[in-house]
């Protein structure tokens, strides 16, 4: 409710002005009263109001005099109504100087101090949505200059700009925020994955509070992550009389119990000032790569994921080379012997996690090199996440041989169907698919399974050849097919949405828009007039 001060030196005016409106009914509380302009002043001191209607003539301090100190003084920028027995042009220019925005002679009328506060009220929505509408523009530029220092590529200019527009201390982190365990982001509605994305961020700037600015949204430029970026900084675990652990812990806590979701946290290298964040960032960028191969955990931090030991860290190369050859080769049998000795080397040495880190590490990155001289078109780290994650099962423990094991015979037929390009029959195939099942509810997923091809390959070939994910070119399909019932048929919006497969029809507007420009509605009133 908008608040508001009443001052005049009469009490039965003052009394008069309460009973005069249903000020709850407009929308408004008074919240004080005031005999003169000097006690006018002195209340606002110390409260907010939004509204300010005072007499003209009172003892200590006039209304005009009041007027003038609250604007020259900045003490309150309400919105300012003079009321006066007096109608004077010359007290009319006074007020108006000093942005009063109505003046209203006595005695007041209830129909004219009623149009005065509906004045009010739809000027002060207007100024509360264009403020909030400046902030926004002011958040995502200053997230644009972020992101330039995150990926390395910026100058003197946004470095100036966001240490100017963001509270920082040495010690900084890039830190990733990831929703975690929801159906495959392919599966879901862009909308749906969009509106739990923005959940994620919001609840991010309530617990951050004044220090908000340092959330970021859209950081990761991969297709099908939602994720939310934090410059965190060593001075938000002082402040909060904790140590950066329990800090990262908290915000864990409040994200879970909020969104009822389950999150990870990446949390990158410590790097100096803002200036090195890139580092940072790059570091969390191969924690999501690499989290898959470890112990699920709710925190990861990149010195205890990826640690160097000063006493050396020993390579099982020969068993590592022994294994990539027989995944190269497509053998089962002998994946599978080569992993129990690779585990048979690191038992012998005693190694603990670091070793395993770099053993594991060492095996992932030989296997990006060996797919990218198969087809260097494809999309690497996408393809290892997206594989690496389809290896997993409920009980198989993350980086355990089992897992290890899974994830080499599942990335062996990968690299067998990159060798056979196996793509022209299988995308004929998947081509008649949406032809003759576009509405119904297809994904990579059960394609991939119905035609005995890994789905993370199939998205490549996929997009490799139509220049577009598959769930765009089902959506585009999707669309055409909409607009042919809308010219043959009579039949309702929300009838055509669910015949073309679409089961949120404001969701299928939106899509419809953005391809054709217009809402279906328009589209059909358009192609009657064109027929």
């Not at 908008?2 to 001052?7: E, G, P």
């Not at 959330?215 to 900084?233: K, M, P, Q, R, W």
């Not at 809308?486 to 507007?509: C, H, M, P, Q, S």
Request: aromatic share 10%; hydrophobic share 40%.
């Amino acid at each position: 409710m908008l608040k508001v001060l009443l001052v005049d030196d009469e009490p039965f005016i003052v009394q008069g002005l309460c009973q005069l409106l249903d000020w709850k009914k407009e929308n408004y509380e008074i919240v004080g009263t005031a005999q003169n302009g000097r006690e006018a002043l002195e209340y606002l001191k110390i409260n907010k109001v939004d509204l300010i209607i005072a007499d003209i003539k009172m003892p200590e301090m006039t209304g005009l005099e009041l007027l003038e100190t609250i604007r020259r003084e900045q003490v309150s920028d309400a919105y300012f109504v003079i009321l006066s027995g007096y109608g004077e042009f010359s007290y009319a220019q006074q007020a108006i100087r000093y942005s009063c925005m109505d003046y209203v002679l006595k005695p007041v009328e209830k129909e004219v101090l009623t149009e005065v506060i509906r004045k009010v009220a739809n000027m002060s929505a207007t100024e509360i949505q264009r403020q909030e509408d400046k902030r926004q523009m002011e958040r995502a530029y200053l997230a644009r200059n972020v992101i330039s220092l995150l990926i390395g590529k910026y100058d003197g200019m946004n470095l100036q700009y966001v240490s100017n527009h963001m509270q920082l201390s040495n010690g900084v982190r890039y830190i990733d925020i990831q929703l975690v365990d929801v159906s495959d982001p392919e599966d879901m509605e862009e909308m749906e994955m969009r509106s739990m994305q923005r959940k994620l961020y919001q609840g991010c700037r309530e617990f951050l509070k004044e220090d908000e600015s340092h959330c970021i949204l859209d950081v990761s430029a991969e297709e099908n992550i939602y994720d939310v970026g934090l410059i965190y900084c060593d001075y938000m675990a002082a402040k909060n009389g904790c140590m950066e652990k329990e800090y990262l812990e908290k915000l864990f806590n409040y994200l879970s119990v909020t969104l009822k979701q389950k999150i990870i946290i990446l949390v990158g290298k410590r790097v100096a000032d803002i200036a090195a964040v890139s580092k940072s960032y790059g570091t969390a960028c191969m924690l999501n790569s690499l989290q898959a191969f470890h112990d699920r955990k709710n925190i990861y931090y990149y010195e205890e994921e990826i640690q160097v030991n000063s006493d050396g860290i020993l390579l099982c190369k020969a068993e590592l080379d022994n294994l990539i050859s027989a995944i190269e080769q497509n053998d089962k049998v002998r994946i599978h012997e080569a992993v129990d000795k690779l585990y048979e080397e690191l038992r012998r040495m005693g190694a603990m996690g670091e070793t395993i880190n770099l053993n594991i590490n060492y095996l992932l990155f030989q296997l990006i090199h060996t797919a990218t001289e198969q087809d260097d078109c494809v999309n690497q780290e996408e393809i290892l996440h997206l594989i690496s994650e389809s290896a997993f099962e409920d009980g198989v423990k993350r980086g355990s041989k089992v897992h290890l094991a899974r994830f080499a015979c599942e990335y062996a037929e990968y690299l067998a169907q990159l060798r056979k390009n196996v793509s022209r029959g299988i995308l004929a195939m998947i081509e008649q698919e949406v032809r003759e099942h576009f509405a119904e509810n297809l994904t990579l997923r059960d394609l991939g399974q119905k035609y005995y091809i890994n789905n993370a390959y199939l998205g490549q070939v996929f997009r490799k050849k139509y220049n577009q994910s598959f769930k765009d070119y089902l959506n585009n399909y999707r669309i055409e097919q909409a607009a042919a019932l809308l010219v043959r048929t009579d039949d309702k919006i929300y009838k055509i949405a669910e015949d073309v497969g679409y089961k949120n029809t404001d969701y299928f507007i939106n899509k419809f828009i953005a391809a054709k420009g217009c809402t279906p509605s328009k589209f059909r009133k358009q192609s009657i007039k064109t027929g």
